[in-house]
């Protein structure tokens, strides 16, 4: 029980931390749309298409649901912090921030995710169907 309440504390101080450091910016609105941002986007699109996929890979049947749905838990993760990379308007003015092709890169990224669970998924399909062959 104490712990709950020194981890509980730890959190406020944390927060109002956080909260202090937001106003000694010149521009605390735009980092304020930024995380409201982030909210609206995991619950209106990352949540509902994870939730989506999980209830499909579920009714395929119960051997496909733990990697797939890891997998799909690591791709929205990496989608939601690849998002502010991949929606900046045109291009940077100091060409050494954000000098790499974001998108090729979570694409790349995103691939090999779907390679890995489908090599995953086959490979079992394989040994189950060896197993029963045997």
Known sequence: MNFRYVTGGFGLVVAGWGGWLLLQQPEPWRIAVWLGGAVVVHDGFVAPLVIAVAALVAALGPRLR??????????GSLTA??????????????????????????????????????????????????????
């Open 66 to 75: 733990g990697v797939p749905r890891a997998a799909l838990i690591i791709a």
């Open 81 to 134: 912090i690849a998002l502010p990379p991949l929606l900046r308007p045109g291009g940077v003015a100091n060409s050494t921030v954000l000098p790499l092709d974001y998108l090729r890169n979570w694409l790349l990224v995103m691939a090999a995710i779907a390679l890995l669970t489908a090599a995953h998924a086959g490979t079992r399909a394989i040994l189950r169907r060896a197993a029963l062959g045997a």
